[in-house]
């Protein structure tokens, strides 16, 4: 494996490029605010308890300080307030329909730099029965908190409430150098951390993100669902963190909840759609999940695209059923869980695997040799410190990642990918030998350090298990003789499921870029995610039989058709999102008897050709009771064919007779 100063954060930035032109002008710091003395233009110092509050007041009236500096000269003592605390960056707080995670409504937040210069804000006093509390409600992406520490209590009592963080509820910007000794009791919440109660690098926008690293936790932490020492859902970065042994983390809850020392789940579960990433952490207090599931040391849950590297744990887990010291459940334990140790006396002690990690003894992990160990994968130099009789500790001196990971590890221009190239060619000065997976060809794009780079694909590649691969606009293209491009076949009883996201494939006039069959015991599924497209072919899609499509945020196109829908067997479903879209950029192909189901509302023109005249009362189009389509008109629905109408009435579209 590679060195992890190179592995982390090489991933994904080729394509992340995040450029933002700021032209500020901000408000001048209001008359109630006297004592907070401004340094510059845009620049505050916050010297007594008063000052933060009217600071606050003036961040929830509107003002972000988008480009600003708030510089905390001083330790606060809150409670010379004598009032429960109001929130920076006060939100409104919704669900994401694809994810159940909590996005944000309403509310600019705080997209300044809070620089903490080294002291504490103390009796940080809250007692809330609504979402997105914390001593910062909603950092925005442009925001910085650093080098501050906080103390006190978070309380939220009320049923369903989400986002409930010692430090910030929401965090969509970077945390850096922020200890919390806070206690955050919330029995009634999902989306529990000492640090952030969520961690979005995910949803929203495309600017730096989710970002929390060399950060630690000593409160404790208590959640109905995922609620972890550091965040309750990890949809971002965390790197060298810490979860100290009074960061007691508790899940009274029952079911499939999620509690871990650093992240309660990683990514979100369901349909995996966020990518986390987890490196070079420790947890070292207990964790219960009741009687519930998913109690990890250092996550409770990880979905199929994040990732756990380099993190070691000596806290124990105890609950209901899958309870691990490092992931209590982990849906792709061989690619996303790597290099991580547990001691071997915490049961269960018959056990090693992802699960679990390396399992060794006290001696050893009390030992400068285990804390060498962890720093020849580290990210960054001089990340962790070791001595002979105590645990590795971290320096909180790591680097600030990128958003999504980037950087660069090698120069390929081409990546290759052939059904029978070499799999094991992850060597950067071997770029012409051909790899045998798609998930591997897209991980060396996403490392390289080439404009431009992009995968050529030299013959036709079967997807024959199930997978997710996701890149950052790789460009796959096809330069092989055979008549398809990708095949996911469902073979025996096993289905089997393909998911893309990130990928701009260009077809080079192949004539069909997917075809997708399963059989009457085992469906064949696709789904398109995350700005991929297709273009450049004959048939974008071709569902063969027993196939099922979802196409979300993408753009799909051919000369023939965008999708064709061979067999009676085969549904697709649309799903769009607040802020996306899909683009279907030729006709969509239906068979007798297949119907296309909209989810919500469909923000492109969809145009649609029948087999046949299509009988009376025949549904095409099936909106689903969530829809949020209620034009009775439909105007981006198109039909070819003649001798009918298509009606819509505000729940499908169906077709009736017509004069001929």
Request: glycine share 12%.
């Amino acid at each position: 494996m590679q060195n992890l100063k190179n592995y982390h954060l090489d991933r994904k930035l080729l394509s992340i490029i995040v450029a933002v032109a700021m032209v500020i002008s901000m408000f001048a710091w209001t008359a109630g605010t006297a004592n907070a003395a401004q340094t510059g233009a845009n620049d505050i110092n916050i010297n007594t308890a008063q000052d933060l509050a009217d600071f606050a007041a003036d961040v929830n009236n509107g003002n972000t300080y988008l480009g600003s500096t708030v510089t905390l000269t001083a330790s606060i003592d809150l409670r010379s307030l004598g009032v429960d605390w109001t929130p920076i960056g006060l939100a409104t707080i919704g669900s994401d329909p694809g994810t159940n995670s909590p996005v944000i409504l309403v509310g600019g937040g705080f997209a300044g730099t809070f620089e903490g210069g080294g002291n504490t804000i103390s009796n940080l006093t809250i007692n809330t029965d609504v979402s997105g509390y914390g001593l910062f409600g909603y950092l925005a992406p442009a925001g910085t908190i650093q080098n501050l520490t906080v103390s006190g209590t978070v309380t939220a009592t009320a049923a369903a409430t989400d986002a409930i963080g010692g430090v910030v509820a929401y965090n969509s910007g970077i945390i850096n150098h922020v200890t919390n000794n806070a206690s955050v009791a919330a029995a009634n919440s999902h989306n529990v951390g000492g640090i952030a109660g969520f961690n979005n690098g995910y949803y929203g926008n495309n600017l730096p993100n989710g970002i929390i690293t060399n950060c630690q936790n000593t409160g404790a932490i208590t959640g109905l669902s995922k609620a972890g020492g550091i965040t309750g859902e990890n949809a971002g970065v965390i790197n060298s963190c810490s979860n100290a042994i009074t960061g007691v983390v508790t899940n009274p809850g029952s079911g499939k909840n999620g509690a871990g020392g650093i992240a309660g789940r990683n990514g979100n579960n369901d349909t995996a759609l966020e990518a986390g990433e987890i490196f070079d952490c420790y947890n070292a207090a207990p964790v219960s999940t009741s009687d519930g599931r998913w109690g990890g040391g250092i996550v409770g849950f990880e979905n199929a695209l994040s990732t756990t590297i380099n993190c070691y744990d000596v806290g124990a887990v105890t609950g209901y059923e899958d309870d691990y010291p490092i992931i209590g459940s982990n849906e792709n334990p061989a690619v996303t869980v790597l290099d991580n140790y547990s001691l071997d006396s915490i049961p269960p002690t018959t056990v090693e695997d992802d699960r679990t990690g390396t399992r060794k003894d006290q001696i050893y992990m009390q030992s400068v040799a285990f804390a060498e160990l962890l720093e020849t994968k580290a990210y960054g130099d001089n990340v962790w410190a070791g001595a002979a009789g105590v645990y590795p500790a971290l320096t909180y001196t790591a680097p600030v990642p990128p958003p999504s990971g980037g950087g660069t590890h090698n120069d390929y221009a081409v990546i290759y990918l052939s059904h029978d190239g070499d799999d094991e060619s992850l060597a950067p000065d071997a770029p012409a030998t051909p790899v045998a997976t798609l998930g591997k060809a897209v991980a060396l794009a996403d490392q390289s350090s080439v404009a431009g780079v992009y995968v050529n694909v030299l013959d036709t590649i079967d997807f024959a298990a199930t997978q997710s691969i996701f890149g950052n606009g790789i460009s796959v293209q096809w330069h092989g003789s055979d008549d398809t491009m990708f095949t996911v076949v469902a073979h025996s009883t096993t289905p089997v499921n393909l998911t893309l996201g990130g990928l701009k494939i260009d077809g080079e006039d192949v004539d069909t870029v997917f075809a997708v069959e399963g059989n009457a015991s085992a469906a064949a599924g696709l789904t398109l995610r995350n700005n991929t497209s297709i273009d450049e072919c004959g048939t974008a899609i071709d569902m063969v039989a027993y196939g099922n499509l979802t196409l979300n945020q993408s753009t799909i196109g051919g000369t023939n058709y965008s999708v064709r829908l061979e067999d009676s067997t085969d549904t697709m479903t649309i799903f769009t999102g607040p802020g996306q879209s899909l683009d279907v950029d030729s006709v969509v192909y239906l068979a007798d008897g297949d119907v296309i189901t909209l989810n919500s509302a469909l923000t492109s023109d969809l145009t649609v050709e029948t087999e046949d005249d299509p009988a009376d009362g025949e549904v095409l189009v099936a909106v689903a009771a969530d829809s949020d389509i209620a034009d009775a008109s439909v105007p981006f629905l198109q039909f070819f064919g003649s001798g009918v109408d298509f009606v819509a009435d505000g729940t499908d579209i169906y077709a009736v007779s017509a004069s001929r």
